[in-house]
């Protein structure tokens, strides 16, 4: 019943976005011919062949600029749209196309034009801020209990898509508030985690190494982590924080640093490839995850890099927000700490930091093995495959 697929991607080859490839090659390992329709190309890929790739083409300067001042968004309009499908559809009719697959909300108004013109079901995976801020927050629908976001510019791809899939629970609650009625596939994004190494035993104590991994943004929390940062030193001098990862905010957050005092103990170190952050969460003591929940409701909805450090053994302060408490083992949810607070933060970090320095060799060994055997039951690259399998038979039923 497998049958050619096209994964309709905004921007293909992001570095954050890593999963997408994960999922692209572990249902094509299923028999699903992979292709792939997309905006732009950041860099080359190695999950698809070049051959089984189209980008359509730039849209012109003067659409792109009017597009960011009018909807601070990729620019999306009808003509756009019906561009894509009329450029795409081509290509993926000769590929015998049976189910199209957008990648990301802002990615599903492009595949449900090309699987209405190519005649096939639309499937769509949600990761996390494309549900979690979509809608307007003070639009309430009246007379409905629970009440329901409005669904915006998804309302269209709502009514076309045969199903959705959610990569969290927290996920599909936003689906569901946002007001769609169909069925949802919860579907968890995999982690390679036979590819990465497992640190049996705590690195060597001086500096102790913290590690933020992710894109400097304000639902991320790296501010809320400085905060914490300049009480944590109070109780362990010799703590050091890297922050891996680039964005907006880096320079409020590098004058946030030296307003702290904290220049001798916070490096920033940029965006940094797959390679270099597993060999900076080896050697890492702690990794913290500050996400907080945005007033537009935007929250963490599946972090990777938990999943990461919880594969190489290493622990994690997190914060309660969004999906982060389903991804934490059931054992340590008790020490996720409430959002958006930089003393409750600290407390946190302090207290595992002490943890660190005071466990033995066989209580690290045994926190690593609890949180290592989570991933690899919950996130299997086998089980991904499957279940993105499951979802494109009961599309095409």
Not at 10 to 35: C, H, K, M, N, Q
Not at 181 to 200: H, K, N, Q
Not at 328 to 353: F, K, Q, W
């Amino acid at each position: 019943m497998s049958k050619p697929v096209v994964h309709v991607i905004t921007d293909l080859g992001v570095p954050t976005e890593s999963f997408i490839g994960d999922a692209v090659s572990a249902v094509g390992r299923e028999g699903w011919t992979p292709y792939v329709a997309t905006l732009r190309v950041h860099q080359p890929v190695d999950f698809i062949w070049p051959d089984r790739l189209y980008c359509a083409p730039t849209p012109f300067a003067l659409q792109r600029l009017v597009g960011r001042a009018l909807y601070r968004r990729p620019y999306v309009s009808k003509g756009r749209l019906a561009s894509f499908a009329m450029t795409a559809a081509p290509r993926a009719q000769a590929w015998r196309i049976g189910l199209v697959h957008a990648h990301f909300g802002w990615a599903a108004p492009y595949g449900a034009v090309l699987a209405n013109r190519l005649d096939v079901p639309l499937v769509v995976t949600f990761y996390g801020t494309d549900a979690s801020a979509a809608g307007t927050p003070a639009r309430w629908r009246r007379q409905r209990y629970p009440p329901r976001l409005d669904a915006g510019p998804y309302a269209r791809v709502f009514a076309a898509a045969s199903r959705l899939i959610a990569v969290s629970d927290f996920v599909e609650g936003r689906l569901r508030q946002l007001g769609y009625e169909g069925p949802i596939d919860l579907v968890r994004p995999a982690v390679p985690i036979d590819r990465l190494p497992f640190s049996t035993g705590r690195p060597a104590l001086d500096p102790l190494r913290i590690l933020f991994v992710g894109r400097l943004v304000p639902v991320k929390g790296a501010d809320v982590l400085l905060g914490a940062m300049a009480q944590v030193l109070d109780h362990h001098r010799d703590a050091r924080l890297e922050i891996i990862g680039d964005g907006p905010q880096r320079p409020a957050l590098e004058h946030l640093v030296r307003e702290l005092a904290l220049e001798g103990s916070v490096f920033f170190r940029g965006v940094c490839d797959r390679e270099e952050v597993i060999n900076k969460l080896v050697k890492a003591h702690l990794v913290v995850i500050p996400s907080r929940v945005m007033p537009n409701g935007q929250a963490e909805a599946s972090s990777m890099i938990f999943k990461e450090a919880m594969a190489v053994g290493v622990p994690v302060v997190a914060t309660s927000s969004g999906g982060l408490p389903e991804t934490c083992p059931p054992p340590y949810r008790h020490e996720l700490v409430p959002p958006g607070d930089p003393t409750v933060l600290a407390r946190g970090i302090s207290d595992s930091l002490s943890w660190v320095i005071a466990a033995s060799p066989e209580a690290w060994r045994q926190r690593a093995s609890v949180s290592r055997q989570w991933v690899r039951l919950r996130y299997s690259p086998s089980t991904l495959g499957t279940a993105l399998a499951d979802s494109y038979r009961a599309a095409l039923a």
